[in-house]
């Protein structure tokens, strides 16, 4: 048998580890693809009956969200500060739900400096004070743009461009390769899995509005390439925070994909970018999308 060079070993090594990588790969990959088409019709189903269902079902989301943030950066060693988190979330969702969401956002602003304040005024506190906002934000951002004039729509088109942008990312990626796009903070995320997640994702969301008849169809285009771009950068964001504290996934919950925030990371962040941007533009904080002049 011929002796085993260092290089010859190296090579053998990195062969042994691709062939017991690749099964695990595949079974994440089918867990992920059951996960998907599980509970993907159950959002659409949900976000289509709108009322009390949904707004439970974003509430939920935001509860695991903030729990997973807080279970990462420490926030759960302070449990007042904690509980002030989530009791927030609750009288956010339920005060905009009963037709005052300028107060609910105020109470989500006191909510978040009494967090701070009660889980010690600092470097944890300010993690617990930016997990409630943010948190807050997302809740108060989902919960508005459905509840507008062109909610439905808005949201199905939200929901689509997102996954779409998540998807294409990935497969593209695996597929072409190429530069890293932030390799310090994401090291499997490619350039060319970024652009091809946001050509197909604007492609995808368009469609999905001309299929529903909407007019305007390239100001869709244009906001469906805007909230790609928000939504992968909310991807970032997400996972420059688990490696600041060295986790891998926000939690366990959904096989295959892992946390709450492993899923919704990239949704979160846009619909609090199209909700800025529709106030902005001149829209009301129980209608903020009408700002955008879809319709």
């Known amino acids: 048998m011929a002796a085993l060079t260092p290089r010859r070993c190296d090579v053998r090594l990195s062969l042994m580890a691709d062939k017991e990588d690749t099964p695990k790969k595949q079974s994440d990959l089918g867990l992920r693809l059951i996960s998907a088409v599980i509970l993907g019709p159950l959002v659409l189903a949900i976000t289509y009956w709108g009322g009390p269902a949904y707004s439970l079902l974003i509430l939920v989301a935001a509860v695991l969200f903030l729990w997973e943030w807080f279970t990462i950066t420490g926030g759960l060693e302070k449990p007042a500060a904690a509980g002030t988190g989530f009791v927030t979330l609750l009288a956010l969702i339920t005060l905009s739900y009963l037709g005052s969401p300028e107060i609910g956002l105020a109470v989500l602003l006191a909510g978040s400096v009494a967090a701070y304040l009660l889980a010690g005024a600092g470097r944890t506190g300010r993690w617990v004070a930016e997990g409630v906002f943010y948190s807050g934000l997302a809740l108060f951002s989902l919960f508005a743009a459905r509840e507008g004039v062109s909610g439905l729509l808005f949201s199905f088109f939200l929901l689509f461009v997102v996954w779409a942008t998540d998807i294409f990312a990935y497969f593209t990626g695996r597929a072409l390769g190429g ?55 909310g991807d970032l964001l997400e996972s420059a925070i688990k490696r600041r504290f060295d986790v891998k996934d926000s939690s366990r919950l959904i096989p295959g994909h892992g946390g709450i925030m492993d899923r919704i990371d990239g949704l979160v962040a846009a619909a609090i970018f199209a909700v800025l941007i529709g106030l902005i533009s001149g829209g009301t904080f129980s209608d903020p999308i009408a700002g955008l002049g879809l319709s």
């Open 179 to 233: 530069p890293k796009l932030w390799k310090q903070v994401s090291p499997k995320k490619t350039w060319s899995g970024a652009l091809g997640g946001l050509v197909i994702a604007t492609i995808f969301g368009a469609g999905v509005v001309y299929a529903a008849g909407a007019q305007n169809i390239w100001l869709w285009a244009l906001l469906a390439a805007g909230l790609s771009i928000v939504s992968q950068a």
